[in-house]
């Protein structure tokens, strides 16, 4: 069993950042791939990015590619989000999960509770 918490949303201007971050507990958080998807009001769960337990391979989305960067600590059994250049259109909740590497929701066995990103123009 993995429980995720994410933190870090908030209210941003345009072209701004933020970092999310997604806590893990459990002793197996290593062995699991990470992702990152997001929903806006009214649209479906999207992917946004992925990464192997290792770390050493990651995937995006290409709406956010080149802006997005994920990344993991292990040994803080975290994963993080770093979001620059953020766009209106960014705007949705965004939730953490632990899985299969993979852009599928479907593929994701665990999430968290989601965290509240919202871009100003």
């Known amino acids: 069993q993995v429980q995720l918490v994410e933190s870090g949303g908030g209210l941003v201007q345009a072209g701004g950042s933020l970092r999310l971050s997604c806590a893990a507990s459990?002793?197996?958080?290593?062995?699991?791939?990470m992702g990152w998807f997001r929903q806006a009001p009214g649209k479906e769960r999207e992917f946004v990015a992925a990464i192997t337990w290792s770390g050493g391979t990651t995937t995006y989305a290409d709406s956010v590619k080149g802006r997005f960067t994920i990344s993991r600590d292990n040994a803080k059994n975290t994963v993080y989000v770093q979001m620059n250049s953020l766009k209106p259109e960014d705007t949705a909740v965004y939730y953490c999960?632990?899985?299969?590497?993979?852009?599928?929701?479907?593929?994701?066995?665990?999430w968290g509770q989601g965290t509240q990103v919202t871009v100003s123009s």
């Open positions: 999960a632990a899985g299969r590497y993979s852009g599928s929701y479907s593929d994701y066995d665990y």
């Open positions: 459990g002793r197996t958080f290593r062995r699991y791939a």
